[in-house]
């Protein structure tokens, strides 16, 4: 196996989360009464057409990462939810905001090792001033609509094996 040496190729990602409030019904429908929020924390292609609300197609990663897991707060049944193909996400509904681990692992034949990326989920609603804001009353909260935490990175392939640039560049 042959390294392409002085070569870096990346390829853009998001990861991060929407969360939306869940309605009276929604509730009465859980087993757990007490969560308030549904929420899908995923890791998606930033080349995407159709941006943070697109699942597969255009947005398939798995040319070259083959699973994603993602770490959720120890309150959760278990908490360590492994993804191997795409869309790669989970979907839960919850009461909290807490750390996620994201730890994306690579096909084979990139001989690349795993790296991890942490995002904090986010609930409740975006303050205009960025300062700290005291959370409003669900119902308030709800008629401002789905919130959105998402960050932009670049996965970068320092001296990548040939036969995986080409994987990559032929995509
Ligand atoms: C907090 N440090 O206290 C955080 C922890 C944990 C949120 C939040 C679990 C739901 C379930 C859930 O929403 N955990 O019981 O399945 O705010």
Do not use: C
Not at 54 to 70: C, E, H, M, N
Not at 81 to 89: C, G
Not at 150 to 167: G, H, K, S, V
């Amino acid at each position: 196996r042959v390294r392409v040496r002085g070569l870096s190729i990346f390829r853009p990602i998001i990861y991060g989360n929407t969360a939306t409030v869940l309605t009276p019904k929604e509730r009465e429908a859980l087993p757990s009464p007490d969560h308030t929020h549904k929420w899908t924390v995923a890791v998606r292609s930033a080349a995407s057409k159709d941006g943070i609300d697109s699942v597969g197609g255009a947005d398939d990663l798995s040319y070259f990462i083959k699973r994603v897991a993602f770490k959720l707060h120890d309150t959760y049944p278990n908490p360590s939810r492994t993804i191997d193909k795409p869309p790669f996400e989970v979907s839960e509904t919850g009461w909290g905001e807490f750390e996620i681990q994201i730890r994306i692992t690579f096909i084979p034949e990139s001989g690349e090792k795993a790296i991890t990326l942490y995002h904090h989920l986010k609930l409740h609603p975006w303050t205009a001033s960025g300062d700290p804001e005291p959370i409003p009353p669900l119902d308030v909260a709800m008629k401002m609509g789905p919130v959105h935490s998402w960050q932009y990175d670049e996965i970068t392939f320092n001296d990548p094996y040939q036969n995986f640039l080409t994987i990559l560049t032929n995509h």
